[in-house]
T-cell receptor, first 111, second 117 residues
Framework: GQQVMQIPQYQHVQEGEDFTTYCNSS?????IQWYKQRPGGHPVFLIQ?????EVKKQKRLTFQFGEAKKNSSLHITATQTTDVGTYFC???????????FGKGTSLLVTP | NAGVTQTPKFQVLKTGQSMTLQCAQDMNHNSMYWYRQDPGMGLRLIYYSASEGTTDKGEVPNGYNVSRLNKREFSLRLESAAPSQTSVYFC????????????????FGPGTRLTVL
């Protein structure tokens, strides 16, 4: 079945440093979504990307969807302690219905 | 709006016991989902219901059954619990009825933390 790989699994940064997590699919995606889960919480939707090469920004967060629609990235500029949590990508293929979640990247930010 | 609610929040079972996890949404959403989350494994889809009256298997359906009771409610049943089913279970819903190549925001419930001894 389709696999969505996400790296790194963990990232520990000092507050103010940048952070990037990458998502790669073995097949072409029709769309990709990103979610954030705080420790002890539930996943919360951040954004959906649909178009090849699409770039979207939310304040300090920048999301990209690759030209081939097989990869995506989330970049956080100047991390804050409130960015702590696990970031998941989730992709849907052209032939499938359900979302396939990556295993997530857990971000720890120390002051 | 309460969004997506799940009961119970915590549960401890003995091997072989059965139980039903309840999920309800008050957003008039069409599609509903059950996921399990294990450390280092991300979210894995157990079952989903693309619209009222339909259910389909996800990635890890063995040992589970579901019922889409009505548009609001989607329950997950463990007939004979096993230690391998110790996990956090999340229910989610989406506004759109599911179709190939199209989906939208998934709204998650707070989760049920299940331990099977």
């Amino acid at each position: 079945g389709q696999q969505v790989m996400q790296i790194p699994q963990y990232q520990h940064v000092q507050e103010g440093e940048d952070f990037t997590t990458y998502c790669n699919s073995s097949t072409t995606l029709s769309n990709i979504q990103w979610y954030k889960q705080r420790p002890g919480g539930h996943p919360v939707f951040l954004i959906q990307l649909v178009k090849s090469g699409e770039v979207k920004k939310q304040k300090r967060l920048t999301f990209q969807f690759g030209e081939a629609k097989k990869n995506s990235s989330l970049h956080i500029t100047a991390t804050q302690t409130t960015d702590v949590g696990t970031y998941f990508c989730a992709g849907q293929t052209n032939s499938g219905y359900a979302l396939n979640f990556g295993k997530g990247t857990s971000l720890l930010v120390t002051p | 709006n309460a969004g997506v609610t799940q009961t119970p929040k915590f549960q401890v079972l003995k091997t072989g016991q059965s139980m039903t996890l309840q999920c309800a949404q008050d957003m008039n959403h069409n599609s509903m989902y059950w996921y399990r989350q294990d450390p280092g494994m991300g979210l894995r889809l157990i079952y989903y219901s693309a619209s009222e009256g339909t259910t389909d298997k996800g990635e890890v359906p063995n040992g589970y059954n579901v019922s889409r009771l009505n548009k609001r409610e989607f329950s997950l049943r463990l007939e004979s619990a096993a230690p391998s089913q110790t996990s956090v279970y999340f229910c989610a819903s989406t506004r759109l009825a599911g179709t190939i190549r199209r989906t939208d925001t998934q709204y998650f419930g707070p989760g049920t933390r299940l331990t099977v001894l």
